[in-house]
Nanobody
């Protein structure tokens, strides 16, 4: 599985962006997928996750109500619609995927449950 994140950029506070994460390779991801973000010098943090069948979605409290994660299964792509962006949303955004094991959804915010990671896309929000 290879993941390619794109769609980051520079936007003013209050604006919107929609990064995407395409899955490819001999076996495109059919598992759980997630977005994490990292500011240089700080730990990577969870943003959002969606189950393999899309039935469950969770968000970090800091983005709840502003960000929406979705999947296009036909295109093997995951999106992150980011609205009402704030300067503190500035980070490198990474997508990740892993096997969606039964009974492990409670751990979907943890980096350790994801096996494959994209290279990241930079989102910069100016004040």
């Amino acid at each position: 599985v290879q993941l390619q994140a794109s769609g980051g950029g520079l936007v003013q506070a209050g604006g919107s962006l929609r990064p995407s994460c395409s899955s490819s390779g001999r076996t495109p991801s059919t598992g759980r997928m997630a977005w994490f973000r990292q500011v240089p010098g700080k730990e990577r943090e969870f943003v959002a996750a969606v189950r393999s069948n899309g039935a469950n979605i969770r968000y970090a409290d800091s983005v709840k109500g502003r960000f929406t994660v979705s999947r296009d299964y036909a295109e093997n792509t995951m999106y992150l619609q980011m609205n009402r962006l704030k300067p503190e949303d500035t980070a490198i955004y990474y997508c990740a995927t892993g096997v969606d094991l039964l009974g492990t959804w409670n751990h979907s915010h943890l980096q350790g449950v994801y096996d494959y990671w994209g290279q990241g896309t930079l989102v910069t929000v100016s004040s």
